[in-house]
């Protein structure tokens, strides 16, 4: 990879509109697909409807959990296309379905206008969802680590991660905005439906955007050097994706506990209202997003173990004491620094994340091996976070089971990230 150094202007001013460009696609990305979880509670009575709220909720986050059964098939599937016609082929392709999927569960009748057909084709929506997605992730973390200069990798790969955030932020305060403006019965009826049509309008605005973007430096040069850029040596990095699978127990769990089910978990068990839940859990993804680059930079000039150790050990210390303050009656203002605790943890790992785990992967199969290990993890950790926390509540009986999955995954990753080599100091393979 070119250094900074070396590149002159056009390159530089390319590699910005590049990384731009993908980045402003991943917001969008991300927005589609969080927003079914920031309106899980609503779309629990409008397509699960049963006389008991525990099952309806735990049928919601199952066909949510759906969507990430099928990603690591998205991640196989377009990591190989993007391994083989170029990431930004990969990179349009999952935009275009993501937004399919966005309108088609803004536009699907409820199951009291056509039954369990309704439920069905919600599930439908959710995997076209998550195939997208699948591929989305390890696409545009390769797309944007190869566009960056060597000793900016931890700041270029860092801003991968701050897009999510912002996606997720964006729909928090979409849904947030539209519950606090709008009543909850003129939610439940049907203003449920602004937050995924909107997501449809806004994705040909990021087709448009990365529809102008050049490759990435790092694969041409390896498509000059072989007739294949897929890799042919399959061991190697199959046997790395399974580090990448464990790097990423701990970030999934995290993400889609603190962010994605926390809004539900305030509302039923900490009694907050649904605006001030959605809107607690937008705050600490504001911190998030603001701290993701300041993370990501420290990982350039001081290494990424540092900063991923001290996330895991945050982690394996933290969500218990946190979460056992929420449940004693916590003011508003207590979950929301809560919830900014846990998000700066969040962001201590995902800062350097995104070029550590780039790092482990040689350019020549980067895409595909590093979204199959992700996408691998995050199916059985993440997307199923939600219904497992719920489902061991319901149990065990004990309102902590979020924390203790929680301090268990980072346990995991610790493992995982204490055997990786250092990379912040190494050219990209």
Avoid at 25 to 38: K, P, Q, S
Avoid at 150 to 156: D, I
Avoid at 200 to 213: A, D, E, H, K, Q
Avoid at 258 to 277: C, D, I, K, N, W
Wanted: a neutral charge.
């Amino acid at each position: 990879m070119t250094d900074n150094q070396s590149m002159n202007k056009p390159e530089r001013r390319e590699a910005r509109r590049a990384v731009t460009a993908a980045v402003v696609g991943n917001v969008l990305e991300w927005y589609d697909f969080a927003i079914y979880a920031y309106m899980a509670t609503v779309i629990a009575r409008k397509f699960f409807p049963s006389g008991d709220e525990v099952t309806a909720l735990l049928s919601t986050f199952a066909a949510f959990g759906v969507g990430f059964v099928v990603r690591p098939l998205g991640g196989i599937v377009i990591g190989r296309l993007g391994d083989l016609k170029g990431r930004k082929t990969a990179l349009l392709l999952t935009i275009a379905l993501m937004a399919a999927g966005t309108v088609l569960i803004g536009l699907i009748p409820s199951y009291e206008t056509i039954g369990p057909a309704a439920s069905i084709l919600i599930v439908i929506a959710r995997m076209l969802q998550g195939f997208s997605a699948g591929g989305e992730w390890g696409g545009s973390t390769a797309f944007i680590v190869e566009w960056a200069p060597e000793n900016r990798r931890g700041f270029y790969g860092s801003l991968q991660q701050c897009s999510v955030a912002g996606g997720l932020l964006l729909g928090s305060a979409v849904a947030a905005l539209v519950s606090t403006v709008l009543t909850a019965e003129t939610v439940d009826a049907w203003a449920w439906r602004i937050p995924f049509l909107l997501g449809g309008l806004l994705g040909p605005v990021g087709l448009y955007m990365r529809r102008n973007i050049g490759e990435t430096p790092a694969f041409a040069r390896v498509a000059q050097e072989t007739t294949s850029a897929a890799t042919s040596d399959a061991p190697a990095p199959a046997w790395l994706a399974a580090r990448a699978f464990g790097f990423t127990i701990l970030w999934s769990v995290s993400y889609y506990i603190v962010l994605a089910y926390m809004p539900t978990f305030l509302q039923q068990h900490v009694m907050l209202g649904r605006s001030e839940a959605l809107w607690a859990t937008t705050a600490g993804l504001l911190v998030l997003v603001t701290t993701i680059p300041l993370s990501g930079l420290l990982s350039d000039r001081f290494g990424r173990k540092p900063l991923l150790l001290a996330a895991c050990v945050a982690f394996m210390v933290l969500p218990y004491p946190l979460f056992d303050l929420m449940l004693v009656g916590a003011s508003l203002g207590t979950v929301i620094a809560i919830q900014v605790a846990l998000a700066l943890g969040i962001a201590l790992y995902s800062g350097p994340g995104p070029a550590a785990i780039a790092e482990i992967f040689p350019t020549k199969g980067r895409s595909t091996w590093m979204s199959t290990g992700y996408s691998l993890s995050v199916a059985m950790f993440g997307g199923f976070a939600p219904f497992v926390a719920t489902w061991l509540i319901e149990e065990t009986g004990s309102l902590l089971s979020p924390a203790y999955y929680l301090m268990a995954a980072a346990a995991a990753s610790t493992v995982v990230v204490l055997r990786l080599e250092e990379s912040a100091d190494k050219p990209l393979r």
